[in-house]
Each structure stands twice: as structure tokens, then as C-alpha cells.
């Protein structure tokens, strides 16, 4: 099992860039991969960006592409999301998760952590 706590939410002006962690606790990091997700008010919960375990293959979702990076440093049991130019429509509550190799469900989530752009 694996707690995660984000962190480095805040406010920022459009077109400004932010950066989030996510904590993990246990020894076992390195062999989950990590994702993280957002979710805006009265909206479903959004995909952003996945990472697997050693770094190879990252994904994102279309609307980040080119403005967002996802990475980890597994000997610091830590994911992060670097966020630039960022637009307001992107104010949401982020999550991260970690899903075991073995299946396509993420089973452990974080509290999240509020990201808010203003116009």
C-alpha cells in the first residue's frame, strides 16, 4: 500500500507555470507507476499525465501536451508535474495516483491539491 501527499498548489496568473509534488510513502515507489488528474468544478475528473516506474514512457492528455512534464525521482519516493503556461481553464483540484504495473486501475490517490489561475 502507498499513501500520497501533494503539494505545491497555489494561485497563479494566466500564462504563469507552477510545479507539484506528490509524496509517497513506502518502499515499494519505484515499482508503481504514477499519474496525475484534475478535476474543475462540475466537471468529471481529467486525465493530465502518467509516468511508469523507471521514467521511460510518460503520457499526457491532449489539452497539456507541450506545457506540461511529468517526472519522478524514485530515491526520493516523489512525483512531479511541472505546469506552464498555464490557462485559466485549468483551475482544478490536482490529484496524483499510483496504480500497481500489473493493472490499468489506480487504486491510490491523494488528497489533492488546488491549483487556481486567474485571468
Known amino acids: 500500500q502507498v499513501q500520497l501527499v501533494e503539494s505545491g498548489g497555489g494561485l497563479v496568473q494566466a500564462g504563469g507555470s507552477l510545479r507539484l509534488s506528490c509524496a509517497a510513502s513506502?518502499?515499494?515507489?519505484?515499482?508503481?507507476?504514477m499519474g496525475w488528474f484534475r478535476q474543475a468544478p462540475g466537471k468529471e475528473r481529467e486525465f493530465v499525465a502518467s509516468i511508469n516506474w523507471s521514467s521511460v514512457s510518460t503520457t499526457y492528455g491532449d489539452s497539456v501536451k507541450g506545457r506540461f512534464t511529468i517526472s519522478r525521482d524514485n530515491a526520493k519516493n516523489t512525483v512531479y508535474l511541472q505546469m506552464n503556461s498555464l490557462k485559466p481553464e485549468e483551475t482544478a483540484v490536482y490529484y496524483c495516483a499510483a496504480r500497481k504495473m500489473t493493472t490499468p486501475r489506480y487504486d491510490y490517490w491523494g488528497q489533492g491539491t488546488q491549483v487556481t489561475v486567474s485571468s
Open positions: 513506502g518502499r515499494t515507489f519505484s515499482t508503481y507507476s
